[in-house]
């Protein structure tokens, strides 16, 4: 019987209409709160039910359980929009009670010890072994390919500044005789879920076995008032050893000093965090949020060619600090 309640709120949802619906909106509707992973970019919807939706992907999980949507998610003028009809169906999931029990057992989202990446590890850049700290470094462009991450009003993307500052930062540090791998060198994602392309940046790392993992990142809220950057690094408790977080937290500390002294922006700390490529990082291991992409000075500040290399200049800059102590 629940089966078929269920089918007919789906049959009334899908012909309620197809424009599609604001997630900020929907969340208010059914009393839920709304935050945004910073690394997966997924747009996380938590109160009686939690509900998470990831822009570019047509697949949204419905406590714990996957439901597939008519189109994906995507983000228009920095909001996420998802279809109507998802909407509705979603809505109807969730005074429904949630979905029913999946035939098949959802496969557990914890690390497998053998994950499969079907992604190519990619080639180092050239340099020449150096003496010091950070010898070998894996820089991570957040997100990429039909993961966007954050979305200006402008149309800015996250994917492509993340990028572009990442390759700035490998070339000065290249330069410098530090061996650099980087997770991705054009607009690709690593794997089409999120979860999986998390994973794939772990894998790289831990085939590399570097002295540092570095994540670039740009940041975006639903508040567009925020603005500034932010530094994070592992909590307690994650795969890195003691040392390993202290130099991790040492990095951290040089970035927010260095990105303090040089830009008119607020300064929003160096913090832990569980982030999933910095907590699974065998090594030291820091993500830098460069500014709110959301914010419209923030933008505009991002789509800056010179200011772009300011920031990379900044970040290498605390690189080499730590590098050379």
């Not at 820089?139 to 200006?152: A, F, N, Q, S, V």
């Not at 508040?223 to 040392?243: D, H, I, L, M, W």
Request: proline letters at 6%; one cysteine or more.
């Amino acid at each position: 019987m629940r089966a078929l309640a269920l089918a007919v709120l789906f049959l009334s949802a899908v012909s309620a209409g197809a424009e599609p619906v604001r997630l900020s909106d929907f969340a208010k509707q059914h009393a839920l709160t709304q935050t945004r992973d910073a690394i997966g970019g997924r747009d996380i919807l938590r109160g009686g039910s939690t509900v998470i939706v990831a822009p570019g992907l047509a697949t949204a999980i419905v406590d714990g359980t996957p439901i597939r949507l008519s189109e994906p998610a995507r983000i228009e003028s920095g909001r996420t929009l998802i279809a109507g009809a998802d909407a509705s169906r979603i809505a109807a999931l969730l005074r429904a009670g949630g979905p029913p029990p999946p035939v098949e057992a959802v496969p557990s989202t914890a690390r497998a010890p053998q994950p499969r990446v079907t992604s190519p590890t990619p080639k180092p850049a050239p340099g020449i072994p150096a003496g010091g700290r950070f010898r070998t470094i894996v820089l991570d462009p957040g997100h990429g390919g039909i993961h966007t991450g954050g979305k200006g009003a402008r149309g800015t993307l996250e994917k492509e500044i993340a990028l572009d500052v990442s390759r700035q930062i490998r070339d000065r540090l290249s330069a410098q005789g530090i061996r650099i791998v980087m997770t991705r060198e054009t607009d690709r994602h690593l794997a089409a879920q999120v979860r999986d392309d998390l994973e794939a940046r772990v894998r790289i790392t831990e085939k590399t076995r570097p002295d540092l993992f570095l994540s670039i990142h740009v940041n975006w809220a639903e508040n567009k008032e925020a603005q500034g950057f932010e530094v994070f690094y592992p909590r307690a408790g994650c795969e890195g050893t003691a040392s390993q977080r202290q130099a991790g937290r040492k990095l951290a500390e040089a970035v927010r000093r260095i990105f303090a002294g040089r830009f008119d922006t607020p300064d929003r700390g160096v913090k832990e965090a569980g982030f999933y490529v910095i907590k699974n990082a065998p090594c030291a291991a820091v993500l830098v949020e460069l500014e709110f992409v959301s914010n419209a000075t923030g933008e505009k500040r991002l789509r800056d060619a010179d200011y772009r290399k300011k920031l990379a200049d900044a970040v290498v800059d605390a690189v080499l600090e730590e590098h050379r102590r």
